[in-house]
């Protein structure tokens, strides 16, 4: 795309062209090409870099920033450029984009390639004067996120590049655009379990020590705890049994090991750090191990000024009204509430990682004016929380 084109494109048009560009997670190279030509001719300094090695890397980054006066408001947009893998079964090529009817057709159209067109778009006409804009773009947020948003919040950090607010366009919305924001998340920790025994025969049971009978027991009293009943802006933390692995091939053998995984998704009652003790200290009754894995803290962005001139913007392009949550996975934004306020919103969800993934073109259009008009408020906002 060249950058008369880029600048004069459509919302789908920008869209289509990232789609176009193949970018399984960890995403590098050409699609960081094409994103690069369309924000380069809007004044941004577009820095990218690679980090990681196998097999959680390479990971390519982008950091765009586009700077207004001395002193002004800095408002980041952040997403990511990899998308999971498209499976097989498409009416047509995943990364052909296709328009039919009023949908945008391709793997990335929703999650999340179609917001970062629509972040674009969104600040083409914003003059630079207005305030510092920037963008924050990983090609690595579908799989490990090792090396790729907290990579260039490493680099924000050593440039002193901290934004005032963050939106990140992770597709939020349910039944139509605009009826949901994330303004918090719960932590998420992988919790792994062992537990040694001594092989032998079956009928000689007391020439061995079973070391499923205590796995079955832990794994019973973990299932029974209770971690909380919730919080005015979270759900009950869960804890769920993952994996269960002994991989005894032979029906008369007491087996020497056996493995299990556990997953708790938990919301600002606990950390990951509290959680992974308070397992351990059960696995450690019953003879065994546990080896947590946190993937992030929660978060609550208390609503405020932020959440208010989002909700407005919504309310002003599509007429919703939209609620507040913390329901769902985890995204980036569990990284980036380290650096600023940070609120999630973008695209219905519906078609996310799923065979034929479709956007409506309306909603790209009109994600892109909501977009304009939250940088436009919150550059201007001198009275902020």
Known sequence: MSQTASSAASVTELAEALIACPSVTPATGMVFDCLEQQLAPLGFDV???VAGEAPD??????????????GSRHFAFAGHLDVVPPGDGWTTGPF???RRGDLLYGRGAVDMKGSIAAMVAA???ISAEAGTVSFVITGDEEGPAIYGTRALMDLMRGRGDIPDLCLVGEPTSVNRLGD?????????VNIFLDVEGVQ???AYPHMADNPVTKLVAMLAELDALTLDEGTDWFQPSNLEITDITVGNPAHNVIPARAAARISIRFNDL????????RVSAIAEKHGGVARPVISGESFLTEPGRFSTLLADAIR????VDPELSTSGGTSDARFLKDLCPVIEFGLCNATMHKRDEAVAMDDLEALARIYRRVVETALADRDPD
Do not use: Q, W
């Open 47 to 49: 820095a990218r870099f």
């Open 57 to 70: 890397g390479p990971v390519e980054n982008l950091f765009a920033i586009r700077r207004g006066p001395e």
């Open 96 to 98: 052909l984009p296709e």
């Open 123 to 125: 600040v083409r006409d």
């Open 180 to 188: 949901v924001m994330k303004i918090g998340r719960r932590g998420s």
């Open 200 to 202: 032998g025969h079956v």
């Open 270 to 277: 606990h950390t990951g750090a509290e959680l992974g003790s």
């Open 316 to 319: 002003a392009e599509t007429g």
